[in-house]
């Protein structure tokens, strides 16, 4: 009998460790300790982000000073991310040596019970925390070679000279500027009419014109009917009847929640696992957290909500996470979207009135030699004062917007933020602008 039994070896980790250290008797169970830390760590944001880093520095080099040019070499990078990924895993499986790690597919089978490994475990708590997969449209013949998904592409032998990138989320945007910059030439399909719908349609425009001064052809509003191997590559049929023919095809049509390991009734599941603004399910004493809950697809949204809920288990006052507080980012290059709080779309769509300031990088010298001209700040306050949100396009974003996100869990006034002087020269000297407008 466990106090607390955590399913899904990803951020849940961290919550373990709390548990554990506060004396709680805790298992973890993990389908594949290989993958202890799960998607982000292992497939996702760690390794995409050092890909990223890496072919930055190829873009950096391609302009009137640097003489010559640099190109990556996919095998060494590969290789230097696989020893990255081995010695962050030890890491964290030293950090987990206060509970019991148990290697095997977790389901709950019954109300504070789990089987795995042909045993059935039990625990007064249980936190769910399986993540989420990659979801591949119907007609799409994946097969991880010419097919692929953002997996896939960390395992690259080599550079294709024309992939198509289907989705235009965050994984799509990444990927797209990575094989532009790495010198493929990308075609990004997208289901609509217009990138990020939900970004300020400022940002949405220089965002376009970045990819397409990247070399990205962008094919709007095309979807996929049917998408198979052929002799020389991918053959693509759209919906439209149209056909088109490229070496390599990734799917990056976003990622479905991980609910297989709920085997009772008492638990609800729609499309992700239901649970309230606590992460209880429908079955008291029962969490998830995470992917698998359906609400933000974020890690470092998974670590807030595990943590909260260990909290809550080992009887701390804790309040409701306020999930518009959490950033949200794609790392594209040179510049990066960011956005926290409310953004100019969701105000309009709930009726809020606001107020605006909007400032562009190319008021800034700092911009001309960072590939930034282009780049744009928002920032949102209420007619009470109080900072809403904030909209970044710029080199780094999702580290410049970490002002306003303290603003924001500070709940602060626009007189506060007015104060703020920051550094010059730096792109955060432009955020403070957009508050002095105000």
């Given amino acids: 009998m466990y106090d607390i039994i955590y399913i899904g070896g990803g951020l849940n980790y961290a919550g373990a460790i709390v548990a554990a250290k506060a004396g709680k008797k805790v298992a973890l169970i ?69 509970f019991e790690l148990i290697e095997g597919e977790g389901k709950v089978i019954a109300p504070h019970k789990v089987a795995v490994n042909e045993t059935i475990l039990e625990a007064a708590h249980i936190v769910i925390g399986t993540g989420s997969s990659a979801f591949i449209p119907d007609g799409i013949e994946y097969n991880g070679d010419d097919i692929i998904i953002s997996d896939d592409v960390l395992e690259l032998s080599h550079f294709p000279k024309e992939i198509a990138i289907y989705g235009t989320g965050a994984i799509g945007l990444e990927m797209a500027s990575f094989f532009a910059t790495a010198g493929s030439r990308v075609i990004l399909i997208d289901r609509h009419d217009s990138l990020l719908s939900s970004a300020h349609p400022q940002i949405r425009d220089a965002l376009k014109e970045q990819l397409i001064k990247l ?132 105000l309009q769509k709930e009726q809020i ?32 004062g109080k900072i809403l949100g904030a909209e970044i396009l710029a080199p780094n974003a999702e580290e410049l917007i970490a002002t306003v996100a303290m603003s924001l869990a500070g709940e602060m006034h626009l007189r506060e933020a007015k104060k703020t002087i920051l550094a010059h020269p730096t792109f955060s000297e432009a955020l403070e602008r957009t508050f002095y407008k105000l």
């Fill in 353 to 384: 009135l606001y107020k605006e300031s909007l400032i562009t990088l190319n008021q800034f010298t700092y911009s001309v030699y960072n590939h930034a001209k282009s780049g744009i700040m928002v920032t949102y306050v209420g007619e009470d």
């Fill in 30 to 98: 993990e389908r594949d300790m290989s993958q202890l830390g799960g998607v982000c760590l292992q497939k996702g944001c760690i390794p995409s982000k050092m890909f990223l880093h890496y072919a930055n520095l190829v873009y950096e080099s391609a302009n009137e000073i640097v003489e010559g040019s640099l190109s990556l070499d996919i095998q060494k990078l590969v290789a230097k991310k696989e020893a990255l990924l081995e010695s962050v895993t030890k890491v964290v499986t030293r950090q987990c040596s206060h």
């Fill in 215 to 346: 070399g990205v052809t962008l094919l709007t509003n095309h979807s996929i009917k049917e998408a198979k191997e052929s002799y020389d590559g991918v053959t693509i049929l759209f919906e439209e009847g149209i056909e088109l023919q490229t070496e390599m095809l990734l799917v990056a049509t976003g990622r479905k929640a991980n609910i297989a390991v709920v085997g009772c009734d008492e638990i609800e599941v729609q499309h992700a696992i239901v649970t309230n603004e606590m992460f209880e399910t429908t079955l008291e004493k029962h969490y998830a957290i995470g992917d698998c809950n359906g609400k933000v697809q974020l890690a470092h949204a998974a670590r807030a909500e595990v943590l909260n809920v260990t909290q809550q288990i080992l009887g701390n006052s804790v309040e409701a996470l306020n999930l518009e507080h959490i950033v949200k980012f794609i790392h594209t290059l040179p510049m990066s979207y960011a956005t926290v709080g409310k953004g100019k779309a969701a």
